[in-house]
């Protein structure tokens, strides 16, 4: 009997070569998308760095409801390493 996540992944997995080749041109186009000096200026923008925060804070504010607010210092502290590595200030 296979696991539940080796069943999950059966489904997900591309089933021919074409979705693999379909799959590689999105992650290419991506690349391509993100490495444009347009974007990079966009995403290190003052607006970025707001859109940013306010995501991460509604997350923070997500989980800390769900888990009845046990966890609020690690879940800060979550938040304030992701806004590290995303953010610019």
Excluded: C, W
Excluded at 8 to 19: F, I, M, Q, W, Y
Excluded at 39 to 65: F, R, Y
């Amino acid at each position: 009997m296979r696991s539940r996540v080796a069943y999950g992944l059966a489904h997900v997995a591309p089933s021919n070569k074409e979705d693999v080749v379909g799959l590689d041109d999105i992650t290419n186009k991506a690349k391509e998308f993100l490495n444009d000096n347009k974007v990079k200026e966009a995403l290190n923008s003052e607006q970025a760095e707001g859109i940013s925060d306010k995501l991460l804070d509604g997350v923070a504010d997500a989980a800390n409801k769900v888990t009845g607010g046990k966890f609020d210092s690690k879940i800060d502290d979550a938040r304030n390493a992701a806004d590290e590595k995303i953010g610019d200030e």
